[in-house]
């Protein structure tokens, strides 16, 4: 493309470009509707990010060929809805930040991800509940969001449902089955549920962002989705002679960018290019 | 390649059978699982598919050591599904080889315990982010080599998993040209990470043909039978005067000082790869080869309470449901 | 116990309404998982609207050793093709 006359007028072309998608202007003030609707964008994006790293950790691992393409798919699919949302979120913010600059320049305190998503993988029965109980949230959250008062959210939400329609069936299906399969099965996936449903409740828990987005018809108030997720974990534990933790006692932080120690490890591994190479393109 | 060293077994059976069996062949006809076979037909090609398999398998763990450190959201998608691509063609291939009558299960235990092999080049390392444009660029480059005219082999199901691997693959040769040529034109670390990324995996890359078949008895036996349909050398040359034109391109160089164009023979001069270091690779000496067999061995020793529970769980359904019938 | 799940052949129809049409083989414990393993495996490019699996051990197939007696006798049936018949060109395009 030939150079516009302002390029060749302006001494600092890159300068200027940079001014105009925003890089320098001050970041959004805590509180005001862009910096709500911004939060709320990155907590899907970094739900689906952190989740489709821990599940890309297991290509070449999986139990069984079928099974690690299986886990592939999933966490392309995740990959690919973090763009999405990062990316519609780096345009709310409109300081010229892009989906690979929130996900790979941000730190530990700006991720907004629930505690679950970041759990190690565990054994598969962990990595396989940890996906379920976030797919039982997922989705119901997900089909509200194809309600937002925000097209470009609804249309997210719609690309995204689909794709989360299999996730959900296929995880569910699995819990069943190793709960209701071997002895060994069944104790690993009763021991996975306990050791992750103190991670569950996080995202029906509200703060004041959620309730204001929720206000503006922007998103789902959290608590909204509770019942479906209780419908569908207790249909499933039921199927699968799985026994529901009594206590619904819930970990959280993680929303408002507290996290456990497992995050700093995650984060050094997966933006270690981008941070010690600042200046390279990729 | 991916299936180095097969040695093809002797056959000893009633010539008339064989001869009307390479009369099928030479006339260009597939032979399917339930057609009569010479034995040693049947165990070189259980070799030569299981070690292909077995080296999609492994292979998927050096560019997988990659997968959480891309520097994108979109290399970490093109790598991820890169590497699941390699699952799937262990995948096609283990199923070519169990026509044969051997199992998915035997074979795999059969690559743990060492009795089978997989390709050498999956025994180094990948160091920086340019291995991977590395890998992409060579070894995927190598195996397509190989792969193209594999898609005429005369054993149906190898052939036809070979045609739709083949047109997997046609994007991550280029995927690893493309991210090397970002690394190649970027800042001066970036250059140097490529550089020496080419410097290590040059050797291996060409060590992937195998040693020089002039003289092999094997070879032969595998050529008429067309399970081989070239040599490793006429590979290997095809495989450098390829890459050598790319690598200029990119600015590299490649780390050959005897490298030059023969104008006689229309290809270039180069040197060999160090055998030694080959046979040694192969004799599990490689950088990488004991963590390669741990990493593919806990995997399936770790998996086995998952397969177990849903193989116990598609039983139980299946006598409720007679139970209920 | 340790025992290996059954191979299953799959057949996926594509985009275009033509018939299923033999892809490849996998490995899955019942017929419900064959089907979301063949999802996973062989539709990864878009390449089918829907999948047909079979187990493998059901499939009966022809003998080769009778190829001659099943295929040859239609080879002389020339009047069968359409190419057998000579329209004149006047007549235009049947």
């Known amino acids: ?137 997922h989705a119901p959250m997900l089909k509200a969001l194809e309600g937002s ?42 021991a996975a549920l306990e050791a992750l449903w103190g ?13 204001r987005l929720a206000e503006a018809g922007l998103m789902p108030a959290p608590e909204s989705l509770r019942a479906t997720f209780d419908e569908t974990v207790n249909a499933v534990f039921a199927e699968a002679a799985l026994t529901r933790p009594e206590s619904d006692f819930a970990h959280k932080g993680g929303k408002q960018g507290r996290h456990s120690e497992h995050m700093g490890h995650l984060l050094t591994d997966m933006q270690w290019l981008q941070r010690a190479y600042p200046d390279a393109k990729w | 390649m991916y299936a180095q060293m097969v040695k093809s077994e002797a056959t000893d059976e009633d010539p008339a059978k064989l001869a009307a069996f390479q009369a099928r062949i030479d006339a260009g006809e597939r032979i399917e699982p339930k057609d009569w076979m010479p034995e040693g037909y049947r165990k070189t090609l259980i070799r030569q598919i299981g070690q292909h398999a077995h080296s999609e398998i492994v292979g998927q763990l050096p560019e997988g050591n990659w997968i959480t450190r891309a520097p994108t959201l979109e290399r970490k998608a093109i790598l991820l599904a890169k590497v699941q691509d390699e699952a799937g063609h262990g995948l096609y291939l283990y199923c070519a080889a169990e026509t044969l009558g051997i199992s998915r299960d035997e074979l795999t235990e059969q690559l743990l315990s ?40 005369s ?62 008895v094997h070879s032969t036996q595998s050529m008429a039978w067309k399970i081989k349909i070239n040599t490793n050398d006429e590979l290997r040359q095809k495989f450098v005067d390829q890459t050598v034109p790319q690598a200029e391109f990119l600015g590299l160089t490649i780390p050959d000082e005897h490298l030059k164009w023969n104008e006689d023979k229309g290809g270039y001069d180069f040197s060999e790869p160090d055998w030694n270091e080959f046979y040694e690779v192969l004799k599990g000496n490689g950088p990488c080869n004991a963590d390669r067999m741990e ?20 039983r139980k359904q299946t006598s409720r449901r007679v139970a209920a019938e | ?47 089918g609207v829907s999948i047909w699996v079979v187990p493998s051990a059901q499939i009966t197939a022809s003998a080769p050793s009778e190829k001659g007696p099943l295929f040859e006798p239609a080879n002389d049936k020339v009047y069968r093709h359409p190419t057998f018949y000579d329209i004149p060109d006047e007549v235009g395009h049947m």
């Open chain 1, 1 to 137: 493309m030939a150079p516009s006359l302002s390029d060749v007028m302006t001494p600092d072309a890159a300068a200027l470009a940079a001014a105009q998608k925003g890089e320098g202007r001050a970041p959004l003030k805590a509180g005001s509707p862009e910096h709500d609707l911004f939060t709320g964008l990155t907590r899907l994006g970094d739900n689906c990010l952190i989740l489709g790293h821990r599940v890309s950790e297991w290509c070449g691992h999986a139990p069984v060929l079928e099974e690690d393409i299986a886990l592939a798919n999933m966490a392309l699919d995740l990959i690919g809805q973090t763009q999405l949302w990062l990316g519609l979120a780096g345009e709310v913010e409109g300081r010229g930040r892009d989906a690979d600059a929130l996900a790979f320049r941000r730190d530990g305190w700006d991720f907004h991800n629930i505690l679950l998503v970041e759990r190690p993988n565990g054994d598969f029965g962990q990595t396989l509940m940890r996906q379920f109980l976030f797919d039982a949230w």
């Open chain 1, 149 to 190: 008062s925000d097209d470009r959210i609804a249309a997210i939400a719609q690309k995204a449902g689909k794709e989360v329609a299999y996730h959900i069936e296929r995880s569910a299906d699995l819990v069943i089955r190793l709960g209701d399969g071997t002895e060994e099965s069944h104790a690993r996936m009763q």
């Open chain 1, 199 to 211: 991670y569950a409740g996080e995202a029906f828990i509200a703060d004041a962002v959620d309730t």
């Open chain 2, 114 to 153: 060492g009795k089978m092999k997989y390709s050498s080049i999956f025994n180094y390392p990948t160091l920086s982010w340019a291995d991977i444009g590395a890998v992409g660029w060579l070894v995927d480059g190598a195996a397509i080599m190989n792969q193209v005219p594999l898609q005429r082999t």
């Open chain 2, 155 to 216: 054993f149906g199901p190898y052939s036809r998993a070979m045609i739709r691997i083949c047109k997997e693959e046609s994007f991550h040769q280029r995927q690893g040209y493309d991210l090397i040529r970002k690394m190649a034109e970027g800042t001066p670390e970036q250059k140097a990470m490529a550089q020496d990324a080419l410097n290590r995996f040059w050797y291996p890359s060409l060590m992937m043909f195998g040693p020089s078949d002039k003289d092999s």
């Open chain 2, 295 to 314: 990493a593919r061995t806990r995997a399936w020793r770790d998996g086995e309470w998952v397969r177990d529970g849903l193989m116990a769980h598609a």
């Open chain 3, 1 to 47: 116990m340790s025992s290996e799940w059954p191979l299953w052949e799959v057949f996926i129809r594509g985009q275009h309404g033509l018939n299923h049409r033999h892809v490849g083989s996998l490995h899955a414990p019942d017929a419900e998982l064959a089907i979301r393993h063949a999802r996973d495996v062989y539709t990864r490019r878009n390449e």
